[in-house]
């Protein structure tokens, strides 16, 4: 079994910085592709950004030149820095991890979400 805890969230200003980070456990022989998401209340689940199993990135339009994503292999750890938030950045975070077992199997994990409120 595999799983995502996130770290990080919670009151930011308006201009201010972030970092949220997405730690798996378990029993993985290796991780494909990761990502962030975000959902608001009453709105789906949209993509902030992702490294896929290439290592290109994607970033949505709207956080573009703000939000950078990165990774530690070492620790199997997904990062989000977040610069120059604005008000409609506030929205739940979930991170996600596509990841091989020790069978092969692949396995799409999300985390438990953390919060970030954008916010004067």
């Known amino acids: 079994q595999v799983q995502l805890v996130e770290s990080g969230g919670g009151l930011v200003q308006p201009g201010g910085s972030l970092r949220l980070s997405c730690t798996a456990s378990?029993?993985?022989?290796?991780?494909?592709?990761m990502g962030w998401n975000r959902q608001v209340p009453g709105k789906q689940r949209d993509l902030v950004a992702a490294?896929?199993?290439?290592?290109?990135?994607n970033y949505a339009d709207s956080v573009k030149g703000r939000f950078t994503i990165s990774r530690d292999n070492a620790k199997n750890t997904l990062y989000l820095q977040m610069n120059s938030v604005e008000p409609e950045d506030t929205a739940t975070y979930y991170c996600?991890?596509?990841?091989?077992?020790?069978?092969?199997?692949?396995?799409?994990?999300w985390g438990q979400g953390t919060l970030v409120t954008v916010s004067s």
């Open positions: 378990g029993n993985i022989a290796s991780i494909v592709g």
């Open positions: 996600y991890m596509n990841v091989r077992d020790p069978t092969y199997r692949l396995l799409e994990v």
């Open positions: 490294i896929g199993s290439d290592g290109t990135i």
